[in-house]
RNA sequence: UGCCCGAUGGUGUAAUUGGCAACACGUCUGACUCUGAAUCAGAAGAGUCCAGGUUCGAACCCUGGUCGGGCAACCA
C-alpha cells in the first residue's frame, strides 16, 4: 500500500504523524480511528470536518473508524440526539466500523477506578463543589490539598462502594485521582473521575448511580477499541497530559496505544459554531429547528440543498492545522455551486413575475420547445417547455430607464427569450402605484433558437408561459448573522447580529410546468437565479423551495 | 502575572524537512457566451509577527520579545 505516492498534496501534520508511525510499523502498522460526538445536540459543519478527518484517514490509510458516542453525563444526552447523529455521518457519505457508547464501558472503567483506589492513586473526597473549586486555586497559583486526600485504600474502596449503590446523595462525594494539587496544569489538580448522579441513562438505564467524567473514560475508551490516532480539537491539548496519565496507569505492555492529537476546530464567517448557541436560536424560536436551512447543521445544510459531496470537498479545501482560522463562507458556498453546477437540471422559475405579452403572436397558440437541462452534462438530455403568447419574467429584468450597460428589456429594447425567440419592447402599462403591470412586445419568427439565426443581442432572458405556469413559494435564504463575527463581542450578544432578511419568503412564483412532480429534496438550477431545492413542507399542491445559493453575479456586484 | 498552543497575501492551506514563497477561495482585467452562470486567458496582492544569532544560504534552526488563542464545570 502506498498511500501518498499516487497523490501529490502535500500532507497534513496529522497524516506527516501518521506516515512516521507507519513507516516505524507503530501498533503493527495499523491504524484505528473514531469519531467520539456526545449526544446532546446536532452534527454541524464543524463536526463535518472532523468526521471527514477521521473517517477519510481510516480511508485513505487503509484503516478503521468507530462510531462512539460519548454519552457520560445522562442529564444532557438523548437518544434522539444519537439518531440524528448516525443519519447525518450515513448521509455524508460515511460507514463507521462499529458503533459504540462510552456506556459500553462503564463496568470496566469502574474496575480501572477501583484498581487506582487500591494502589493508593484515587480518593474519595467529601467536600462540597465548592471547597474542592477552592482548593483547586487559580492557574497562576498552586492549589491545596483535600483533607480526605490520605484517607485509608480501605476506607475509599467502601465509600466508593456506597456511592456506586446510590447509597449517598448527588454532590456529596466524587472519586478524585491523586496527582499533584500545584501542578501548573489545572487538570492534574486531583482531577475528578467520577461523580454521583441519579439520572437515568440512556442507555444504562439505572443502572448507575456513578458516572465518569470525560477525562476519565476517553482515553480508556480509545484504549479500549484500540484506537492509534485519537483526534480532538485543540482545547483538549491541555488535556493530553491527563490523557496520558491514565493510560500510564492502566495500559498494558503489547497492546495499542492511543495518541491524542489535536487540530483546531472550523470557525465560519457570519455564523456561530458553539453547540450552546445553536440550541439557544432552536429554544427561543429564533430559527424553526436544528434543520432550518440556515442553520450550520448538516441537517440544515441537507434541507438547504447543499450536497454531501460539496461539504466533503469543502472540508478537505479548508485543511488541517493548529492556527485558529476563520473560513469564509463563501469557500462553502463556492463548493456547492461548483457540484451543483455540474449536478442539476435548468429550469426556468420566475421569482418576482410581471407579465409580457407578444402582440404578434397568434392568440391561442402554443409551441414545444426544446431546451438543454444541462450544459455541463450532455448525459442530462432535453425537455419541452411550452410557449404561448402571455409570458412571465422577472421584473428585475426590465426597466424603463435602464442605463447603457443594462443588457435587458427596456423601452425599444431586444433580448432573447431563452431557447425561444427575440423580443421586442414595444410598450408597457403601469398602475397608479408606478409598478410595472404588462409589457408589451414583438416576437420575430425568424430568430426560434435552433433554427440557426445569428442575429445576437445581448441579454438572454428566463421566461415562463403564462397559461402553463405553476405556482410556488420560495423560500431566499441568506446568511444568519449580519457580524462575521457574532459571537465575538464581548459586550454584545451574537443574537444581536441576527440578520432580519436571512429569510425572504415569496409567494406566487411562476414555475415552467416539468416541475410539476419534483419531489423532496430535487435539486435544480433556476436558470441565471442560483440553485434551489425543494422543501421538505412542499406537496404537490403547494410547492415550496429553497434557495441553497444565488449564481454568482457579476452584474449586482458592481 | 503560571502553564500549554499558535503566528506565511483579504481568507485558508502549502513549501521536497535549510536552497531565493506555491495552491485554492476572494478581488480585478479580458475572451467567450442563447444563464451578466460556467469555461478560458491574464493581473494585482505576502517577502513569512519583531529583533538578534547560526549558516554560503533561514518561513523552516537558536535566543529574546510582541501579539493571538486556550486552561481555574461534579460539561464534553
Given amino acids: 500500500m502506498e498511500p501518498a505516492e499516487n497523490n501529490t498534496r502535500s500532507l497534513n501534520f496529522i497524516e506527516t504523524i501518521i506516515e512516521e ?11 484505528h480511528f473514531r469519531f467520539p460526538p456526545e449526544p446532546n445536540g446536532y452534527l454541524h459543519i464543524g463536526h463535518a470536518k472532523s468526521i471527514c478527518l477521521n473517517f477519510g484517514l481510516a480511508e485513505k490509510y487503509n484503516g478503521l473508524c468507530n462510531l462512539r458516542f460519548d454519552d457520560t453525563n445522562p442529564t ?35 474496575t480501572w477506578a477501583v484498581q487506582l483506589i487500591k494502589q493508593g492513586k484515587a480518593y474519595v473526597d467529601e467536600q462540597s463543589q465548592e471547597e474542592i473549586s477552592r482548593q483547586k486555586g487559580v492557574p497562576t497559583r498552586p492549589g491545596t490539598e483535600s483533607p480526605y486526600r490520605n484517607r485509608p485504600v480501605e476506607e475509599n474502596l467502601l465509600l466508593f462502594e456506597k456511592m456506586r449503590n446510590g447509597e449517598v446523595p448527588d454532590g456529596s462525594m466524587v472519586l478524585r485521582a491523586k496527582i499533584d494539587m500545584s501542578s501548573p496544569n489545572m487538570h492534574l489538580r486531583d482531577p475528578i473521575m467520577y461523580r454521583v448522579l441519579h439520572a437515568e ?16 473514560a476517553h482515553g480508556q475508551s ?75 447543521t448538516i441537517s440544515g445544510l441537507r434541507r438547504r440543498g447543499y450536497t454531501p459531496e460539496s461539504i466533503r470537498e469543502f472540508a478537505d479545501r479548508i485543511g488541517i492545522a493548529k492556527r ?35 402582440t404578434n403572436y397568434p392568440e391561442g397558440k402554443e409551441e414545444m420547445l426544446t431546451l438543454i437541462n444541462n450544459p455541463e452534462d450532455d448525459a442530462a438530455g432535453t425537455r419541452q417547455v411550452p410557449f404561448s403568447r402571455e409570458l412571465y419574467i422577472e421584473q428585475d429584468d426590465f426597466m424603463e430607464e435602464p442605463p447603457r450597460k443594462f443588457f435587458r428589456l427596456g423601452p425599444g429594447r431586444e433580448v432573447r427569450l431563452k431557447g425561444a425567440y427575440i423580443i421586442k419592447c ?43 405556469a405553476l405556482n410556488a413559494e420560495v423560500r431566499l435564504y441568506d446568511r444568519l448573522f449580519l457580524d462575521e463575527d457574532p459571537a465575538g463581542h464581548k459586550d454584545r450578544d451574537f443574537k444581536e447580529f441576527l440578520n432580519p432578511d436571512s429569510l425572504k419568503v415569496l409567494q406566487n412564483c411562476m414555475l415552467e410546468p416539468s416541475l410539476k412532480d419534483a419531489k423532496q429534496g430535487d435539486k435544480v ?34
Fill in 21 to 31: 508511525d507507519l513507516q516505524n510499523n507503530k501498533n503493527n502498522g495499523e491504524v
Fill in 426 to 468: 414595444e410598450d408597457y402599462k403601469k398602475d397608479e402605484n408606478g409598478q410595472i403591470t404588462e409589457i408589451y412586445c414583438t416576437y420575430d419568427p425568424e430568430t426560434k433558437s435552433g433554427s440557426g439565426v445569428q442575429r445576437k443581442v445581448k441579454g438572454t432572458l428566463h421566461w415562463v408561459s403564462v397559461q402553463h
Fill in 324 to 358: 485558529d482560522n476563520v473560513i469564509d463562507v463563501g469557500l462553502l458556498e463556492f463548493s456547492v455551486r461548483e457540484h451543483l453546477n455540474k449536478i442539476t437540471p435548468r429550469v426556468f422559475g420566475v421569482l418576482n413575475p410581471v407579465k409580457v405579452i407578444i
Fill in 222 to 296: 480509545d484504549y479500549i477499541e484500540g484506537i492509534t490516532h485519537s483526534l480532538c480539537t485543540l482545547e483538549f491539548e491541555i488535556h493530553r497530559p491527563l490523557y496520558d496519565w491514565f493510560l500510564d496507569q492502566l495500559a498494558e505492555e503489547g497492546r495499542p496505544r492511543p495518541r491524542q492529537i489535536e487540530f483546531a476546530r472550523l470557525n465560519l464567517s457570519y455564523t456561530v459554531m458553539s453547540k450552546r448557541k445553536l440550541l439557544k436560536l432552536v429554544e427561543e424560536n429564533l430559527v424553526t429547528g436544528w434543520d432550518d436551512p440556515r442553520m450550520p
Fill in 201 to 216: 441513562h440512556h442507555r444504562t438505564g439505572n443502572k448507575w448511580s456513578i458516572y465518569p467524567m470525560y477525562d476519565f
Fill in 76 to 110: 444532557k444526552e438523548e437518544t434522539e440526539y444519537v439518531d440524528s447523529i448516525k443519519e447525518d455521518i450515513r448521509w455524508l457519505g460515511f460507514q463507521w466500523e462499529n458503533e459504540l457508547f462510552a456506556s459500553n464501558y462503564f463496568d470496566q472503567l469502574y
Fill in 525 to 558: 438550477q433556476f436558470q441565471r437565479l442560483g440553485y434551489f431545492c425543494v422543501d421538505k413542507e412542499s406537496s404537490p399542491e403547494h410547492l415550496i423551495f429553497n434557495r441553497t445559493v444565488p449564481l454568482r453575479d457579476s452584474w449586482k456586484r458592481k
